[in-house]
């Protein structure tokens, strides 16, 4: 063979994976010109792009600084190296040590490596405020496989995972002329067969018993203390989105990065008494909030340096006037792409706290099957408003409100739907409530308040404060910030408009009175030792919603034992202030539908207090004139959003520790069958049913 020929031949040389050829960019090839432009690439392609660029030394320095400054008002840095019971085995995370080693560590093979290390070292703290995302490689390209996996329970309780019954429908309907990829990569008979593999019980992946799989997935998937909860994260489920029912198709079907090329199933099919082994290749496609690219400069270019929105800024020089703050609309932060709610209007943002979920990729828009959509089946309420659904079921008895976020595009009309629908819900003679906060990833934080409070009606534990107290970390930088506010000798303080979160007009004391205009709010401080780790936090706060924007009813308009909460576990932040005060305070019964038998079901998980990110605390750092202090960060220079947990709610049962660590065990583990999964009206109708008409065909849990 000669020299030329072997160079040939080295040139398209080929990767095989699941069945699919692939040709490998030779040394001198642009790995992101050859995938410049495609909608759909091979993961190994996407990978070969993203590990382009090695690490730059000056880039790196600047985002681990940024991080550990901003970690600084992160409130459970050092109760997250060692969570309390009963999270103790779930929650072992030193991220100021972490970083450290990453800092010293000089033999990352590419950038994007590096990047992998700070995404899932801040995984490991299993708290959805607390992340790491950088939009250069988070979700560039999203992985897919057409079988979204489910566990379900026989009539005989044995429980099983399952391809979801609505995969191929699903599939077909969202990835289009990409199905036919996965129809040719079947082997034998199978080929062009996808459809018959919706339903068929999975024996093995990669040669071992599913639930391996599922295990390894929940110690990384992150975002909820809960392994149970994480477990639940691999499986396909619904929700209600601001414009439709849209439909997760879980950690196994759906990954934020492609570094998985195929899987190999070992299947039993309906109605097939054989056994079928296939190899799926997962396909990645580019992903909805990516920016175009055709080479690796402008993939560089469009997606990996900072923009406009990834730092703070000096609402001062923003707001030049009076006039000018009650017109001008900035431009959501990079943050919003992040957070699992909706788009939200960022002068709602900016008077109304938020406590909310993050994750690397984006809320999906793939639509929930049509044929499985509760407005096939029964009527939406007129009151009904974007996340907010509600509905009458068959037995005019039992009422449904089904919540997918505590936010929505307009505040006040939100607030109005949920008095409106629940109250519509009485006037047609329910008597009973089911609310489905499944995959609720939190928002508005008085919006929790105030549904907890229309429900239960006016009483001491929904008046004046229908939530928790909380409390904040007074890092040296945050008393300094503080300290310029108040200073009556310059300008009226640093903020005489009262636009910053550091102010004191924000917040009340434990005694829900509110602070005065020159007041130290933070003060007297709390010093604590957490974890062998010397920590100082806020005095108490008390409530910050009352009095709503719009009047209450005078009576509460469901009796407790009559009102039953339901989720996957996936409920967190303002989701979970809502189920916490409403199961530990009222007796409200709480369901986790799905869960694995054996294994504790949370109801909630990452409560927080108040959740912020990196840009804004940047926006008070600025606003104040101390971006130039040594404990200030440096404005990012990557495409970076780093969220974290601002104010911890203090517990229900414990009263001087944070909820977040506290037993949240769900009353009860509830079943879905292949008549009920991911079909919310059957579901209903059969919680409905087996709940409130105690007929036991569920699993009670005991906390």
């Not at 040709?23 to 090839?29: I, P, R, S, Y």
């Not at 509760?374 to 009422?399: C, H, I, R, W």
Request: charged share 20%.
């Amino acid at each position: 063979m000669t020299r030329r020929t072997l160079l040939a031949l080295t040139a398209l040389l080929v990767v095989a994976r699941g069945g699919v050829v692939v040709a490998a960019a030779n040394a001198n090839e642009d790995a992101c010109a050859v995938i410049g432009g495609k909608k759909w690439v091979h993961p190994k392609q996407a990978r070969d792009c993203l590990n382009t660029f090695p690490v730059d030394p000056f880039v790196k320095a600047n985002t681990i600084e940024v991080l550990n400054k901003t970690l600084a008002f992160h409130t459970s840095v050092n109760y997250q190296i060692q969570a309390p019971p009963p999270f103790q085995n779930d929650v072992k995370e030193d991220l100021v040590a972490d970083l450290a080693r990453i800092a010293s560590k000089d033999d990352y093979g590419s950038e994007f490596e590096l990047h992998l290390d700070l995404f899932r070292t801040f995984k490991r703290v299993n708290d959805g405020h607390c992340a790491v995302i950088n939009y250069c490689y988070d979700s560039l390209y999203i992985s897919y496989l057409p079988t979204p996996l489910v566990l379900l329970t026989q009539p005989d309780g044995e429980q099983n995972v399952f391809i979801a019954p609505e995969a191929f429908d699903v599939a077909s309907a969202e990835f289009g002329e990409e199905i036919e990829f996965w129809q040719n990569a079947l082997p034998g008979e199978l080929k062009g067969q996808l459809q018959s593999l919706s339903g068929a019980r999975v024996l093995l992946i990669d040669g071992q018993d599913p639930f391996i799989a599922v295990n390894k997935n929940a110690l990384i998937t992150g975002s909820y203390q809960s392994f149970g909860t994480r477990q639940n994260s691999f499986f396909a489920s619904y929700y209600r989105g601001d414009k439709g029912w849209l439909y997760s198709m879980g950690n196994f079907a759906q990954q934020t990065h492609p570094l998985t090329d195929s899987v190999e199933l070992t299947i039993m099919r309906n109605n097939s008494s054989g056994i079928d082994v296939i190899t799926l290749p997962y396909r990645s496609r580019f992903g909805s909030q990516s920016k175009n690219f055709t080479d690796s400069a402008s993939y560089r270019a469009n997606n990996c340096v900072a923009t406009n929105t990834t730092n703070g800024y000096d609402l001062y020089d923003y707001f030049s006037s009076a006039s000018e703050e009650a017109t001008a609309t900035p431009t959501p932060n990079s943050l919003t792409y992040a957070q699992q709610q909706p788009l939200l209007n960022p002068s709602d943002v900016r008077r109304h706290p938020l406590n909310v979920l993050l994750d690397a990729s984006p809320l999906t828009d793939i639509d929930l099957p049509e044929e499985m959509q509760p407005s096939n089946l029964t009527e939406a309420l007129n009151s009904s408003y974007s996340v907010a659904q509600f509905y009458l079921m068959e037995d005019n008895k039992t009422g449904v409100l089904a919540l997918g976020s505590f936010s929505a595009p307009n505040f006040t009309m939100f607030q109005n739907s949920l008095l409106d629908g629940l109250v519509e819900l009485r006037e047609k003679g329910a008597r009973r409530l089911i609310v489905d906060v499944t995959n609720n990833g939190g928002g508005y934080i008085c919006i929790a308040h105030w549904l907890h409070r229309i429900i239960i009606g006016p009483k001491k534990s929904t008046e004046p404060q229908a939530g928790l107290d909380t409390s904040l970390r007074a890092s040296p930088l945050a008393q300094l910030i503080v300290s310029k506010i108040i200073d009556i000798e310059e300008q009226d303080g640093a903020d005489p408009k009262n636009l910053l979160l550091y102010n004191p007009t924000q917040w009340t004391n434990a005694s829900h009175v509110p602070f005065g205009r020159g007041e130290n709010w933070l003060k007297p401080l709390r010093e604590l030792e957490v974890n062998g780790k010397k920590d100082v936090f806020s005095q108490r706060l008390g409530q910050e919603c009352q009095p709503f924007d719009m009047n209450p009813p005078d009576e509460g308009l469901f009796e407790p034992e009559n009102v039953v909460i339901m989720s996957n576990g996936r409920c967190a932040s303002s989701c979970s202030l809502f189920s916490i005060t409403m199961s530990k305070l009222e007796g409200v019964r709480t369901i986790v539908v799905g869960g694995k038998h054996g294994v504790t079901q949370q109801y909630c998980g990452t409560v927080g207090g108040q959740s912020t990110d990196f840009s804004t605390i940047d926006t008070e750092i600025k606003s104040v004139k101390l971006k130039n202090h040594t404990f200030a960060p440096p404005d990012l220079l990557g495409n970076i959003v780093q969220g974290i947990t601002w104010r911890l709610g203090f517990g229900i049962n414990d009263k001087e520790e944070p909820e977040e660590w506290q037993e949240h065990t769900a009353d009860i583990n509830y079943p879905l069958t292949v008549e009920t999964v991911n079909q919310p009206v059957a579901l209903w109708e059969a919680i409905s049913r087996d709940v409130f008409q105690s007929s036991h065909r569920f699993v009670v849990q005991s906390s």
